[in-house]
């Protein structure tokens, strides 16, 4: 269970990256957290299985989107596995709605239920292919303003993948390895930003986030 001062911590780290989460966002956070873990102890949704590291490489990882200096309206986190990155931009934009999108049908029932288990209303479960999404849910073709991808595919594989999914002008966000390559062009999108930041023990590493804009 969290402790009464990690939402505090939380918040204050994303204060430091130039964002605002306030603490019932964080605490809501933290208990989807919680409930994932609790379910990955049946289900498979992540490899960490220490809270701690699990606190710095899910949570506060996603919430590293504050960097990004986004104020999104419509969000579609792909192959979202676990639910983060997405539930941390859902954290840090209250009035946004996010989409978790991935195949793999067991997933995206537990990560529904631990929406409800952290009472977060914004955010909608899909599985789908994403490469198959926009001709499946013609709804979403050029629906979202940003599109967010993480540990899920190389940069390029995941702009052409987003591109019938993205406006004009929306936003293509990745989470990357420091050393990981990120190129000034990506089909019809073109870097725009590079956010680069460390995580803190029990889990400390050097991270970037690649900032493309579609054209």
């Known amino acids: ?30 208990a989807y957290l919680d409930a994932m873990l609790l379910l990955n102890e049946q289900i498979n949704l992540t490899a960490v299985r220490d809270r701690g590291q699990a606190l710095v490489l899910h949570a506060l990882d996603s919430l590293a989107f504050a960097g990004t200096n986004l104020h999104p309206q419509h969000v579609l986190d792909l192959g979202t596995g676990n639910g983060f990155p997405g539930v941390g931009v859902a954290a840090l934009h209250p009035g ?29 479960t899909v599985q789908l292919d994403a490469a198959q999404a926009p001709a499946l849910r013609r709804d979403f073709r050029h629906a979202f303003d940003v599109v967010t991808a993480r540990a899920v595919g ?23 390895d420091a050393e990981a390559d990120a190129p000034e062009r990506l089909g019809t999108f073109r870097r725009v930003a590079m956010f680069d ?9 050097h991270r970037r986030l690649g900032q493309w804009r579609k054209r």
């Open 1 to 30: 269970m969290s402790e009464p001062n990690e939402a505090q911590r939380l918040a204050e780290q994303v204060r430091a990256w130039g964002g605002e989460l306030p603490t019932d966002r964080a605490e809501q956070l933290l």
């Open 96 to 124: 946004a709605s996010v989409v978790l999108m991935d195949r793999t049908g067991k997933k995206v029932r537990a990560i529904g239920s631990c929406l409800v288990t952290a009472r977060i209303s914004q955010c909608e």
């Open 154 to 176: 190389t940069p390029e594989s995941m702009a052409e993948m987003a591109d019938a999914l993205l406006r004009p002008g929306g936003h293509l966000v990745l989470w990357l």
């Open 197 to 205: 930041y460390d995580l803190p023990a029990p889990a400390a590493r």
